[in-house]
């Protein structure tokens, strides 16, 4: 095994995944006030039935301290329609439900409104936007949805989108390949392999995100750059056999490795071909993306 190989899997092994994990969120002070402090508005009684349901969700805050635990509360809560379009939300309520200072209130309501789902308007207050107005390529949005309601939609979008944008770059990057990175993504198909091999699926999932991030950071497209996050996103909250990726198996290395190949050949044909027999659906998800075509 090489020593990267060897690396990251005992890193893998010693850390979490970096996503809260089933309960992990029921730590956090604020979660679970006492019902005698609970504010009384409708607002947020509403809501009270499912917020041990929207904590227990993996966390798309990764964790930052209070400020970055609200974000991820009132984040769910939005996606999930426990607070629905154009609910007010009043920060001194906010501030009293879940025990924080004014300030992380403000400073969470600025990062939800930054991604679309809340508004702040003079003699208007915050309150809670339409689902057509939200920043849906965000990736905490992304995972928000994939653990919420709209979770079938949610990993379907993501798996079309990706049959999209994957292809092409892998066709592009087979033109800009750069001996390091040409390196770096075999290491990645080579730490998939142990991993496999071990039974250890979180060194096995956090090569073939990089695996895929650097790929599409390689195809020299830089509009194309900036949606890497949405395939990160989609390999993290994917949650089923939606594509080759999803889960460990001999045929998706064997995709893999082809792309590797074909990049250090600058065959991009050959390059796109596997990447869509990577993407290309299981038997038992049939439709949820198409079949490649011809050419």
């Known amino acids: 095994m090489s020593t990267l190989a060897h690396t990251m899997m005992t890193a893998a092994r010693s850390s ?11 730590r956090y002070p604020y979660a679970e006030a006492p019902s005698a402090e609970r504010v009384g508005p409708a607002a947020w009684e509403a809501a009270e039935p499912e917020l041990g349901r929207v904590g227990r969700r993996a966390s798309g805050s990764r964790g930052r301290g209070l400020h970055g635990q ?13 607070l629905g379009a154009d609910r007010p939300l009043v920060p001194e309520e906010i501030g009293q439900r879940f025990e924080v200072s004014r300030t992380v209130v403000r400073e969470s309501l600025r990062v939800l409104e930054a991604k679309g789902l809340v508004s702040a308007r003079p003699n208007v207050g915050t309150r809670v936007r339409p689902v057509s107005d939200w920043n849906l390529l965000d990736p905490d949005i992304i995972e928000w949805r994939a653990y919420g309601p709209q979770r079938d939609d949610q990993r379907r979008e993501l798996s079309e989108l990706r049959w999209t944008i994957e292809p092409l770059a892998a066709r592009l990057a087979a033109g800009h390949g750069r001996d390091d990175i040409q390196q770096r993504l075999g290491d990645m ?20 995100a990089e695996f895929h991030t650097l790929l599409i950071q390689i195809a020299g497209n830089r509009m194309l750059e900036h949606l890497h996050g ?17 889960r460990p198996t001999e045929a998706s290395l ?30 038992e998800v049939e439709r949820v993306v198409p079949a490649p075509r011809e050419h």
């Open 70 to 82: 609200l974000v991820q509360q009132l984040g769910q809560m939005i996606v999930s329609g426990d």
């Open 230 to 246: 949405i395939v990160s996103a989609a390999l993290q909250v994917s949650g089923g056999p939606v594509t080759g990726c999803d």
């Open 16 to 26: 979490d995944s970096g996503l809260a994990g089933p309960g992990d969120l029921d």
């Open 254 to 283: 064997t995709h893999h490795l082809r792309i590797v190949d074909s990049l250090a050949a600058g065959d991009g044909a050959g390059a796109e071909t596997a990447m869509r027999q990577l993407l290309t659906v299981h038997p």
């Open 189 to 208: 198909v080579e730490i998939m392999g142990h991993a496999m091999g071990q039974g250890d699926a979180l060194t096995y999932a956090r090569a073939d």
